[in-house]
């Protein structure tokens, strides 16, 4: 839903700027930064995310081990990780790909060095022609083929953001781009994943997915990190359900630590539906990314031919900023739910880049 | 036993959801180690499985982790434990029981 005020924008930007044929420059550069900002954040939050994941395994693991004790066992206490160094590379390369999409918009619509950047883009390009569909996590949805396919045409990427200065134009960029940053965000969605099978081929087969339509039109099989975290949840949850019937058949606890058993067991489930719904609105959050990139691509194909000029790409840049200011504020609850149940407070400045609070792309900016 | 690796997930899923289901509220402390420390082996084997990608995943299973692996004594002493109570007890642990069947079956 958009605020009222968001809505008042939405009707005085047509009225004011209605008389111009071809695009403001000002206004690009603002709604290609803007955009780019919301990339990096949504970059950061999905890495962030892989880290929320280790951390409510690790939480179960403590759980798990306390009980043990408690029963006079003697347990293994090495904890294993989720994810392997090689998988969260993966993933770190992806989302640095993404980022470097994002900072060659900017670059370009504002006109910069087109060297600047290359330095730090060089490794992250050839690590990106490295990845391999087996870095992700993927198989519950997709055949081989598929899988591969989205992985391969990543490597394209390269041609966008070391181009010479000459071709260094935004509408042919983001032309191009389009497709590499569907992919990506397709890439992210599967791994991201589902708790429960969403299509009832899943049960033979995989579902069919046309990567052409519309990312809202994807349906996936049980599988990726919201299943992996669902399945942490429901681990840690059992440990306090037996930890308190166990206490109840041999009548022991007092009454105060039944009480915290049972309030450590309604905080874990909370949790666990906390953590889903921000990975499912994180899903939702790349969809608005590709709907704001095809709107800003629209825009400046419609200002080359000289015509009036469409503010849809306003309306999806709004929508997916709303989407990751969402994001943040859900991040920062889920992290503070495992604070309370391990440690430290974050509030949702700490999930965004620095620039991102710089450039006003937060809570007032102008909408 | 499990054919493949999918099918594997899907019998460790029906294995931990019998053993979430049973009440352990009167399962002895000595029983409940073994009991728990099973679970966490099921637990850490489905989720090496959804972690990591399974290049062909109709392949043929093999277990992935050690846990899961050296498991095998714990179940059997569960399955064990539960065949010698008396026919009243065991009626109570049928889950327990239906759990532990479905993890030795693919560790077989």
């Known amino acids: ?367 | 036993m499990a054919n493949s690796y999918k099918d594997a997930l899907t019998q460790l899923e029906k294995a931990q959801e019998a053993m979430n289901a049973q009440d352990i509220s009167h399962v002895p402390a000595a029983q409940l180690v073994n009991f728990e420390r099973s679970k966490a082996a099921v637990y850490g084997e489905i989720q090496a499985l959804q972690a990591r990608q399974i290049s062909a995943r109709d392949e043929d299973y093999a277990a992935i982790t050690t846990e899961f692996r050296d498991c095998k004594s714990e179940l059997t002493d569960l399955s064990n434990w539960v065949f010698a109570r008396e026919a009243r007890d065991r009626n109570l642990l049928t889950m327990l029981t239906k759990g532990v069947s479905i993890a030795l079956s693919i560790l077989i």
């Open chain 1, 1 to 367: 839903m958009l605020s009222p005020l968001q809505i008042v924008v939405l009707a005085l930007f047509p009225l004011g700027l209605s008389s111009c044929s071809v695009i403001d420059d000002t206004l690009l550069t603002e709604e290609v930064s803007d955009f780019s900002l919301g990339v990096v954040a949504l970059s950061s939050i999905i890495q962030t995310e892989f880290s929320l994941a280790e951390d409510v395994n690790t939480l179960g693991f403590t759980d798990y081990l306390q009980f043990q004790l408690e029963l006079g066992g003697n347990p293994n206490t090495n904890l294993k990780p989720l994810f392997s160094v090689a998988d969260i590379a993966a993933r770190r390369d992806l989302l640095a790909g993404l980022d470097g999409y994002a900072d060659t918009l900017t670059a370009v619509a504002s006109e910069k060095s087109p060297s600047e950047g290359y330095s730090v883009l060089d490794g992250t390009l050839k690590n990106l022609k490295l990845l391999d569909y087996g870095d992700f996590n993927l198989s519950h949805s997709l055949s081989f083929l598929n899988s591969n396919q989205l992985v391969n045409d990543i490597s394209f990427l390269d041609e966008l953001l070391i181009l010479p200065e000459r071709d260094r134009r935004l509408l042919p960029i983001l032309e191009k781009g389009g497709e590499t940053l569907k992919k990506m965000a397709l890439l992210l969605y599967f791994d991201i994943g589902a708790i429960a099978d969403q299509s009832s081929k899943c049960r033979y087969t995989y579902p069919e997915n046309d990567f052409s339509a519309k990312m809202s039109s994807l349906r996936l099989c049980k599988g990726g990190l919201r299943s992996i975290v669902s399945s942490a949840v429901k681990f840690d949850t059992n440990i306090w359900k037996d930890k308190l019937a166990y206490l109840k058949g041999h009548e022991a606890g007092s009454s105060k630590i039944r009480r915290d058993a049972i309030n450590r067991l309604v905080s874990i489930q909370k949790l666990g539906q906390s953590m889903d719904q921000l990975l499912s609105e994180t899903q939702l959050a790349l969809i608005a990314m590709i709907d704001a990139h095809e709107a800003i691509e629209a825009t400046l194909r419609a200002a080359q031919k000289s015509s009036i000029v469409s503010f849809t790409s306003t309306t999806k840049i709004i929508l997916f900023r709303k989407k990751l200011r969402e994001l943040l504020k859900a991040a920062a609850n889920v992290q503070n739910a495992l604070s309370e149940l391990s440690g430290t407070t974050m509030s949702p400045q700490d999930f965004l880049p620095t620039d991102f609070t710089q450039n006003g792309t937060g809570e007032n900016n102008g909408e």
